[in-house]
């Protein structure tokens, strides 16, 4: 009896065949036929839905082909990892998964052990010395005959999808783990699935199933159901049909793993030392000196250990997940609030554009205003300046031919009434009224602040006021008591010919003081336009004496200038500058202060939190709180204490 070798996906699974058939050609696909309507490719799993993204490998966005599984637990198609490690990761990627020719296609063989799809097995890298079921590390022995991988350099291959540089065990790709889990489930997604062929996995020749057995999870022929129903060992079994199987969903097959290296042998051990699941002959052979368990053994410590893992990893992962809500929350907020303020700056801008294309309205019908006063006075001047030219002409030329024609008699009887009426002439006729009225004064100070639009403050005013140096004034009142050392102010209000205050600011207003005596020493001066048509004109006098002061206007003195005034001395204090008169005095009860506080208990003088106290430092001889003052009681004889 041979052994006929059909690779599947979980490993390998052997079943007999008579003598007769072992010189027989290897499986071919049978012809088509109408239930029948899809072929797979050797080592492809065929799926229903191919854009389903969890069978397609993320390289060649095909459907997976013997996947692998990389230490940080991505999955891609061998052959993309074998070109990615090839090519070390570089962007050289041309999405072409492994090449295989027509002659390698077969249909999908469906086995008791975990059915699934041909493969070839030279692509399980069983030709590469490695044991079954390869792990991400394995690391070769001391032992002479031992054909490990001892003398192999480890080599890095970085993921695709996260970037991670993953350490590739001494066997490469070839050795990865495949990814189990995935290839069960595209069994499934095949068997589920009504375009394909699945073929009897009792018979030894390609006859299609029929029905399917969901005790021993085999697909059967008609014969081999029928022989399945007899037999007293699963006449008890539910076979049905295998499209109601479909129907009801097919959630379980036969999973049992096979050595790519030994296709005959299951991988039933687990090395400890290697972390490698191996079959006997790899223990004998690639693991010999290690340690290794039987898997059920294993797997109690290590799925207790993964348990501890995962419930330490949970926590953290969970946190991570809602770490990423609140981002993608904060994400949303962020683009909320940047969507409000983007609507406010839109609103705010729309109502500038408004107010200012207001503003623009109201100084244009200002101008316009302007215009027509202006143009109205210069023709009310004219009409007046034609009444009087055509008055003054008749008397004139009345007196003219008065004088030319008129006798003596008839002259002196109208002689009277003519000089009067020439003496009006040239007294209503005056310089004032051939002067013109109006000026051409009209000017924009874009400077100036205007009324506020809808809250918004604007610049720029019309003014037709013409500032007159010879009107402005300066408040010399101010100017009387000058002290030493101590600031001096002084306002000029600016006005117009009318003797009109001016309403606005912006004006040219120059201010020196100098001292009236051999040095003439300038003081600085402090001019600040209040934007009201008033300057406020300040200087700090740093001695003695007379001083002067002179403003002018547009480069013209105004009314007045200069100024002159006497600056007087500071009087000095004659106290302490003190918190209180028991702290300054030491206790003496007989200390006075000026700021009128007294300490009960028969002191004199004031004291913390009493009744007088001003609260802070002071002068002692006049009760001033400010250090850098002039004494207000130069002659008291309160109590005074130097420090």
């Known amino acids: 009896m041979e052994v006929d070798h059909v690779t599947y996906i979980f490993g390998s699974f052997s079943r007999r065949r008579q003598a007769d058939d072992v010189t027989a050609s290897k499986r071919k696909s049978l012809d088509p036929s109408p239930i029948v309507t899809q072929q797979c490719r050797t080592g492809r799993m065929p799926v229903e839905n191919r854009d389903d993204q969890q069978f397609l490998c993320p390289l060649c966005q095909r459907q997976f082909t013997d996947p692998k599984v990389l230490p940080c637990l991505h999955t891609f198609c061998t052959a993309c990892l074998h070109k990615l490690e090839s ?10 998964c492994a090449t295989r020719s027509e002659g390698e296609l077969e249909f999908v063989r469906l086995a008791h052990n975990g059915t699934g799809a041909e493969v070839n097995g030279s692509s399980t890298g069983s030709g590469s010395g490695c044991s079954g079921g390869s792990g991400y590390e394995s690391e070769g022995h001391s032992d ?3 054909w490990a991988f001892r003398n192999k350099a480890y080599s890095l291959l970085a993921c695709p999808t996260c970037g991670t540089k993953n350490k590739l065990p001494p066997g490469g790709v070839a050795v990865l783990p495949p990814h189990y889990m995935l290839q069960h ?7 589920n699935q009504e375009s394909t062929c699945l073929l009897c996995d009792l018979c030894s020749t390609d006859i299609p199933a029929t029905s399917r057995c969901t005790d021993c ?8 159901c029928e022989a399945h129903q007899r037999q007293r060992v699963t006449a008890g079994h539910e076979v049905l049909a295998l499209h109601e199987a479909r129907q009801r969903g097919i959630t379980r097959v036969r999973r049992q793993a096979m050595c790519p290296a030994h296709p005959e042998l299951e991988l039933q051990l687990f090395c400890t030392s290697c972390g490698q699941v191996a079959c006997r002959e790899c223990c004998l052979l690639i693991h010999h000196g290690h340690a290794c368990d039987t898997a059920a053994q294993a797997v109690q410590m290590y799925t207790h250990s993964m348990k ?14 809602v770490s990423l809500g609140r981002l993608q929350h904060l994400s949303k907020r962020i683009q909320m609030r940047c969507s409000q303020v983007h609507e406010e700056v839109d609103q705010f801008i729309d109502s500038y554009i408004s107010a200012l294309e207001e503003h623009r309205r109201t100084l244009q019908v200002q101008v316009q205003e302007a215009h027509e006063a202006k143009l109205h006075m210069i023709h009310a001047q004219q009409l007046e300046l034609e009444r009087h030219a055509k008055d003054s002409q008749n008397a004139v030329s009345f007196a003219e031919d008065l004088l030319a024609e008129s006798s003596d008699i008839e002259l002196l009887s109208l002689v009277v009434p003519v000089l009067h009426r020439l003496e009006w002439c040239c007294t209503a006729i005056g310089s004032s009224l051939m ?11 874009p400077n100036e602040t205007a009324e506020k639009i809808k809250g918004h403050a604007l610049f720029g005013i019309i003014t037709t006021q013409v500032i007159s140096h010879q009107h402005c004034t300066l408040n010399v009142n101010s100017l009387m008591d000058v002290c030493q050392h101590q600031k001096a102010e002084s306002v000029m209000v600016t006005r117009d010919a009318d003797d009109q205050p001016l309403c606005h600011g912006g004006e040219k207003v120059v201010a020196e003081v100098w001292h009236r005596d051999a040095s003439c020493r300038k003081i600085p001066v402090q001019v600040t336009d209040q934007q009201d048509g008033t300057y406020l004109i300040s200087f700090v006098p740093d001695t003695s004496g007379n001083l002067s002061l002179s403003v002018s206007v547009q480069g013209k003195p105004i009314q007045g200038s200069p100024f002159h005034m006497c600056v007087r001395s500071m009087h000095p204090h004659q106290g302490t500058f003190h918190c209180c008169s028991f702290c300054s005095s030491g206790g003496n009860k007989e200390a006075t202060c000026g700021c009128g506080g007294k300490m009960p208990g028969g002191y004199r003088g004031c004291g913390h939190g009493h009744t007088g106290h001003p609260g802070r430092r002071h002068w002692s001889c006049c009760g ?11 002659n008291s004889s309160v109590y005074q204490f130097t420090l």
Request: hydrophobic fraction near 40%; aromatic fraction near 4%.
């Open 624 to 634: 001033n709180i400010l250090q850098n003052s002039e004494c207000g009681r130069p």
């Open 144 to 146: 002479s005959g031992s």
């Open 87 to 96: 090519n070390r990761g570089l962007s050289s990627w041309d999405g072409e």
């Open 217 to 224: 999870l085999l697909s059967l022929c008609t014969f081999c």
């Open 185 to 191: 489930r595209m069994v499934l997604a095949s068997l």
């Open 308 to 321: 501890d893992a995962l419930e330490s990893a949970r926590p953290i992962a969970e946190e991570v997940v």
């Open 435 to 445: 002067e013109p009225r109006v000026s051409e004064c009209l000017r924009f100070l």
